[in-house]
């Protein structure tokens, strides 16, 4: 079965850190390349970071680049993003996603989670 499961989002004051976790079902997790996506309200889903199965590759998203940071640990079939340095722009529902092939576009991917709430006060 697919499965994908945020947990980790809460409120964060401009300046602190978060990590988020998404526990993959060994199915969807054994493989894949992962994504973190967000979303703002009244903003369309936007890509954040990506790490391939073999975490030889990542991709991160200019305006997360340096602070935030994906990894994987594969006995637990869980990938993280760890976010330094939070500003009120990074305020969104977080996603994870899985597919084969590491993308940095959403419509790439077949297998998400529900979602994370992130919240920076400004």
């Known amino acids: 079965q697919v499965q994908l499961v945020e947990s980790g989002g809460g409120l964060v004051q401009a300046g602190g850190s978060l990590t988020l976790s998404c526990a993959a079902s060994r199915r969807t997790f054994m493989g894949n390349s992962m994504g973190w996506f967000r979303q703002a309200p009244g903003k369309e889903r936007e890509f954040v970071a990506a790490?391939?199965?073999?975490?030889?590759?990542?991709y991160y998203a200019d305006s997360v680049k340096d602070r935030f940071t994906i990894s994987k640990d594969n006995a637990k079939n869980t990938v993280y993003l760890q976010m330094n340095s939070l500003k009120p722009e990074d305020t969104a529902v977080y996603y994870c996603a899985a597919d084969r092939i590491i993308s940095t576009r959403s419509n790439d991917y077949n297998y998400w989670g529900q979602g994370t709430q992130v919240t920076v006060p400004s």
């Open positions: 790490l391939s199965w073999s975490a030889s590759t990542t």
